[in-house]
């Protein structure tokens, strides 16, 4: 299968805060991150569906890793898993 990625994956744990204003708030953490999405494990079985554009704040331990959250939309659905695209500003 050719690669058709853009951008190249980095292996990362990020805690992340999902919301939409039919859902509220979703907590997952990422499994990677590139410049063009994440891949995130969600910690419920509730996950928004695929095309839906999401808010999303990424977070440390001790502080927030953006201030303001960042439109992303989400490409794709498996059990509990998100591939998610940033969105442009």
């Given at each position: ?18 919301s939409h204003p ?12 590139s410049d063009g ?37 989400v490409m794709h ?13």
């Amino acid at each position: 299968m050719q690669e058709r990625r853009k951008f190249e994956r980095r292996s990362s744990s990020i805690r992340v805060e999902i919301s939409h204003p039919s859902f509220g708030f979703l907590i997952g953490s990422t499994t990677d991150i590139s410049d063009g999405g994440a891949r995130v494990l969600m910690e419920s079985s509730v996950v928004p569906p695929e095309g839906t554009d999401v808010k999303v704040r990424f977070k440390k331990i001790v502080a927030q890793v953006n201030d303001k959250p960042v439109a992303m939309r989400v490409m794709h659905v498996h059990k509990n898993t998100l591939g998610l695209m940033f969105l442009p500003r």
